[in-house]
């Protein structure tokens, strides 16, 4: 993608700095456009597919946040994978339908068991739903399943083969890549066991669509091209990040929360080409603190990240996009992460993100950053919200994501095209009820992240047959 960039630059020898980041931002956005657009026209979507009598496995995302009574706490994910099951079952087949749930590393946990959430799916489908202990024994089941009914299959990734990454092996072990070429080709029967219980293959799975797992990606290839297909949760998810990339109304500001600056580099270097104004909060706010010599206390911080900070500052500097850091925050010496609650007699403050006291870590977004984020989101015509302020799980620290929800509100009344993608910013718009008052809720997080930055999805792709 950059050297494809800089050829076409080259090619048109712009000279003036401003003309030249211009032409990249078109160009940029014509190639991912071309990307997007290409995909939506080359392949089989379900409605083109008459399911009477079939029997179709279905990846979707149930990766769907659980309280410490196995309840769920969001059921976007749930609400965004009904269309396609629905249009399944009513053209009189039937679904089995997998996921996963959680990183339980190839191992069975039951804390994360999708048996907890068997009870919801079949309240949300209308129809029984029955459920297959061990998903690689689900073939008697699978054949039992009557037309017009679904199998639940239990979580993908009790098996290391949904990964396909050797476990209790470490990378610099001589014997890692014997053993990771051994576990690709259990995979691949992993895969194929998961596709015999099906007529055909139907990927809805937009959030893990960016995983190349074996039921995201390698269980395409027991498929042949007329029985494998998108499902129309990634078909609109697709079509939304396209309705950004291809249309991007000015200002365009993003919002990137969550606790690590490390994982969300790649993204943020990307936007900081494309937006004119970049919010960075949450956890990460004290990484950037402390790399410019702050006190942070016991905060959040990757103190081998301090480099990665500067240099997102310099690039958004190089690139005229405002950056708009916490400046202020709400901290605690007392935040049981078990139970998201304030202990007893603990002591809340406010004060700067770079003079937090020994003993107190931030929290949430104080009152000035607050301000500041809804300043800058504030005629705003193009928004993308990933990744909260706070610990908004805890209700005394869900200001800062609230500050930002309401902002995104307002401004998406006055006009503007807003997304919120991330499991997180999902559930603080829901929790804040203001999930009616954005544009677009996307069920993905990382996986909305890499299709904004271009990147052709593996879930795509093997649908695709690449
Ligand atoms: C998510 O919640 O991000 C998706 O379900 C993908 O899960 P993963 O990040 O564990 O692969
Ligand atoms: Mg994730």
């Known amino acids: 993608?950059?050297?494809?960039?800089?050829?076409?630059?080259?090619?048109?020898?712009?000279?003036?700095?401003?003309?030249?980041?211009f032409v990249c931002t078109v160009l940029a956005v014509v190639f991912e456009h071309y990307i997007i657009f290409n995909i939506n026209k080359s392949i089989m979507t379900i409605n083109e597919f008459n399911f009477a009598g079939k029997k179709a496995i279905v990846r979707v995302d149930f990766n769907v946040p659980l309280d410490e009574n196995g309840k769920i706490t969001d059921d976007t994910r749930i609400r965004g994978a009904l269309p396609t099951l629905k249009k399944i079952l009513g053209d009189g087949g039937a679904v089995i339908i997998m996921s996963h749930m959680g990183k339980p590393k190839g191992k069975v946990d039951m804390k994360k068991s999708l048996g907890q959430i068997r009870e919801a799916v079949e309240k949300a489908l209308g129809v029984p739903v029955a459920f297959a202990p061990d998903c690689a024994k689900a073939a008697?089941?699978?054949?039992?399943?009557?037309?017009?009914?679904?199998?639940?299959?239990?979580?993908?990734?009790?098996?290391?083969?949904?990964?396909?990454?050797?476990?209790?092996?470490?990378?610099?072990?001589?014997?890692?890549?014997?053993?990771?070429?051994?576990?690709?080709?259990?995979?691949?029967?992993?895969?194929?066991?998961?596709a015999s219980y099906a007529d055909c293959y139907v990927m809805d799975a937009f959030g893990t669509a960016h995983r190349k797992h074996?039921?995201?990606?390698?269980?395409?290839?027991?498929?042949?091209?007329?029985?494998?297909?998108?499902?129309?949760?990634?078909?609109?998810?697709?079509?939304?990040?396209?309705?950004?990339?291809?249309?991007?109304?000015?200002?365009?500001?993003?919002?990137?929360?969550?606790?690590?600056?490390?994982?969300?580099?790649?993204?943020?270097?990307?936007?900081?080409?494309?937006v004119d104004k970049l919010i960075l909060c949450g956890g990460m706010t004290y990484t950037f603190a402390k790399a410019h010599g702050g006190e942070i206390g016991d905060s959040i911080v990757e103190l081998d990240k301090l480099d990665v900070a500067l240099g997102v500052e310099e690039l958004a500097k190089k690139n005229g996009v405002e950056l708009v850091l916490g400046s202020d925050c709400t901290a605690t010496n007392g935040l049981d992460f078990d139970t998201m609650s304030v202990k007893p007699g603990a002591e809340i403050i406010t004060c700067p993100a770079n003079k937090v006291p020994a003993g107190f870590e931030g929290v949430d977004a104080g009152p000035e950053s607050q301000k500041a984020f809804a300043e800058a989101i504030k005629g705003a015509k193009t928004i993308?919200?990933?990744g909260p302020a706070g610990v908004f799980e805890c209700d005394t620290f869900t200001a800062g994501s609230r500050a930002i929800g309401d902002a995104i509100a307002e401004?998406?009344?006055?006009?503007?095209?807003?997304?919120?993608?991330?499991?997180?910013?999902?559930?603080?718009?829901?929790?804040?009820?203001?999930?009616?008052?954005?544009?677009?809720?996307?069920?993905?997080?990382?996986?909305?992240?890499?299709?904004?930055e271009g990147k052709v999805l593996p879930g795509v792709a093997a649908i695709k047959g690449e």
């Open 1 to 21: 993608m950059q050297k494809f960039l800089r050829e076409q630059q080259a090619a048109l020898s712009i000279t003036s700095k401003l003309d030249s980041a």
């Open 140 to 194: 008697d089941a699978a054949k039992a399943l009557k037309m017009g009914e679904a199998l639940l299959l239990e979580n993908l990734r009790f098996y290391p083969e949904e990964e396909g990454k050797p476990v209790g092996i470490d990378k610099a072990d001589p014997a890692y890549d014997e053993a990771k070429k051994a576990m690709k080709a259990s995979q691949k029967e992993f895969a194929k066991t998961l």
């Open 214 to 274: 074996a039921s995201t990606a390698v269980i395409a290839d027991y498929f042949d091209a007329d029985n494998k297909m998108l499902g129309l949760l990634m078909e609109k998810e697709v079509q939304a990040v396209d309705n950004v990339l291809s249309n991007i109304k000015r200002p365009f500001v993003a919002i990137m929360g969550g606790s690590k600056v490390s994982s969300k580099i790649g993204i943020i270097e990307n936007l900081l080409g494309k």
């Open 384 to 386: 993308l919200w990933n």
């Open 411 to 452: 401004a998406t009344k006055n006009g503007a095209f807003s997304l919120i993608g991330g499991g997180d910013s999902v559930a603080c718009v829901n929790k804040f009820g203001l999930a009616d008052q954005v544009s677009y809720i996307s069920t993905g997080g990382g996986a909305l992240l890499e299709a904004i």
